[in-house]
């Protein structure tokens, strides 16, 4: 599978400013998309790209903290850094409420951007190989059957099978075919990563 190179997209309104961050992350080697407006991002923008979004949180039509109500209303996950030229106390609060990673006033520090960036890069490739260690942990256990996710969840909570036979009130053979249905079809190799497999995968 090809690994795609993470993205920074910059979106603010001012062409100046624009243009002085692409060139400031060209030159570090940091692959960048630039948008004038939240709409023109929105357009073009596919979230199963990793990186990151640097965004100008005052636009015309929509803001940076509208785009990011926007985002998070379509279980958009992108890291965000927040540029403002006109920054305060409540705004900030709201946009790290919100989720932001960081919110940096104009004129910022550029090797405090940069450092902001890349851990925010780091972040949102962390957020991609859970939900993918997840979605994958919940494919599994889709496979078991109805009473195979019922003994597998007495077995991670500690129970023998002795103990699982009583509950359900089935005989212990029975949960031994269950056992090892459950163990053949999660791949699971032992306890510990049957255990595993169920948080992951979220089953309660």
């Not at 400013?17 to 940091?30: C, H, K, N």
């Amino acid at each position: 599978m090809t690994v795609q190179q993470p993205t920074v997209f910059l979106v603010d309104d001012d062409d100046a400013v624009r243009d002085a961050l692409e060139l400031l992350l060209d030159s570090t080697g940091l692959r960048t998309a630039a948008y004038p407006s939240a709409a023109a991002f929105l357009e073009n923008y596919d979230a199963g790209h990793p990186g990151c979004l640097v965004l100008d949180i005052r636009m015309p039509a929509m803001s940076g903290m509208e785009l990011q109500a926007v985002l998070a209303e379509n279980s958009v996950n992108i890291p965000i850094i927040f540029l403002s030229g006109h920054g305060n106390v409540p705004m900030s609060a709201r946009a790290f409420r919100s989720g932001a990673v960081d919110f940096l006033e104009k004129p910022f520090d550029e090797s405090v951007l940069l450092e902001r960036i890349e851990e925010a890069i780091q972040l949102d490739q962390s957020n991609r190989d859970a939900l993918a260690r997840q979605t994958e942990a919940s494919t599994r256990v889709a496979s078991l059957t109805a009473r195979e996710r019922e003994v597998m969840l007495l077995i991670v909570a500690g129970h023998a099978n002795k103990e699982i036979a009583r509950k359900l009130k089935l005989s212990i053979r029975t949960i031994e075919t269950h056992r090892g249905h459950i163990m053949e079809k999660t791949g699971a190799q032992s306890l510990a990563d049957l255990i595993e497999l169920s948080h992951a995968s979220g089953t309660r």
